[in-house]
């Protein structure tokens, strides 16, 4: 993988983080504190917006991938339903299918690393440099009230949304398809992490532009993000589709010369479309690592959550002093993921992805068990915990997509693809992942309301405030622990790692040919 290459992977994430930590801290506020929606008219939007939010990102990944789902042949179909995906049958079938090639043919591919045709990569290139703009322009809305607000708010939330989950499925399959390699790939996140934490700088700006008695400042303020974001948006994508373009122009240009015997094979492989719904769901449910990986995701999407809709309850009722450090805490808990994410990746590059989630799960599960015997007394400790539970369980999260993408190289080669399903399996991932999100509030809020007896939105009384402070303590020590032992179970039965992993990633990498071939 290039640099540029990198660079435009990076850049991605550089425009989406500067736009959505906007959208995260104020679009709430502004809906209730400035265009004063009703309670009611607010909760439909929200029902609107959780169902949308939902199935957004199966259904676009099925809308990208559905032409890749059915395996390379019938034989191949006929193999599933004898042998299984899991077995050594399709893996070694695959193997003698890739040594059948012309030879000469394969001396021509072997050089290129991506993991998947050109054509592919230039289809997500321009579908980011169109909808890019479309999301800047989507976000812009938000600030400025041009309907009744009972209306507005869902329209807006689900165009915003929309247009997020496309970039994001894109960018997050390219982290799939671009590179095989570990190696790649990592350095591709951590192009990543760096421009997030370049983005998140707009946070602090738009701190003190924030008034709600005048948003002239912050509104233009957005409007500059916008605008930045949406040519930053179609400068990259095309920069990305026009060097994959040429490659696609001169794979093409090869394979016009190549032997009979490569046109012959690649008429073997077209697709068997048979039901393609039908048969994905039969491979996901057959597929092992990814349902043990689904458990650990809706576990730790749950945790993320947790810890972002609580923090300024734990920090209000168990840190004394939070009008001092709230500020830094919040920005700490923004910038920190990200810079932390870079040591993980080095971390990962020397001793494997999955040891390192493994050590993650370890930490979390260790602090937990070090605040709950130090109790909350010690206010240094607990601003500390507070900031490196969010800062370690949302680099966890991040390095899971990494996890998702070794999946996707499982299924290729499990399934015969002709073409990855990125977006399909990162989407079908998020689906499962949501209700963690969901729940997350749900919970919190029931547990403390079943501890204390009193509601969580309302201010605690002088008789129950000792009973509230502990509650807060008892759900912020217990959840990570809780949260940590599931996951550090569950993880023991995930298998695609070693000797398995590199098998997988050396039969993907063969299997290029394939991908070319059909350019």
Known sequence: MSCGTGLCYGSISLFSTILHNIFILYHFDMFMSVYRIDKTSFWIGEAIFLVWNSINDPLFGWLGDRQHISSADKKSEQAFNVHGPSSDYNLHRRNNEINTINESTQQNFNNDETGASPSVIVQRSTIISFCGPLFALCFSLIWFDWLIPSVQFPICLCLYDAFLTLIDLQQSALLAELSITLNSRTRMNTYESIFSAMGSSSVFLSYYLWDKNDLTYFRMF???LAALSALGY???????????MQKVRFRTHELSKTKC???????????????????????MLSHTNFLVFAVINI??????????????????????????????????????PHLNNLLFLKMSNIYGLYAIIKLLFLLKLFLSIIMWLTGPSFGWLMCFFIASNRVFTEGTCKLLALVISDLVDEDFVRNNRNEPVSALIFGTANLLAKPGQTFAPIIGA??????TGQDIFAKPSKGTSDLYRTACFQMLVYIPLVCGMAQMFIWSFYKLHGTKLQRIKSMRSNSNILLLATV
């Open 222 to 224: 957005c409007l500059f």
């Open 234 to 244: 179609y400068i990259v994508a095309n920069i990305l589709k026009s060097k994959y």
């Open 261 to 283: 015997s490569l046109r012959d094979f690649t008429q073997h492989i077209k697709t068997y479309n048979n039901k393609p719904l039908r048969l994905f769901i039969r491979q």
């Open 299 to 336: 576990i730790q999407v749950f945790h993320c959550h947790f810890n972002s809709n609580f923090f300024p309850i734990f920090m209000e009722s168990l840190v004394e002093d939070h009008h001092h450090y709230g500020f830094f805490l919040i920005g700490i808990s923004f910038l920190m």
């Open 446 to 451: 029931s547990l403390i309301s079943y501890m």
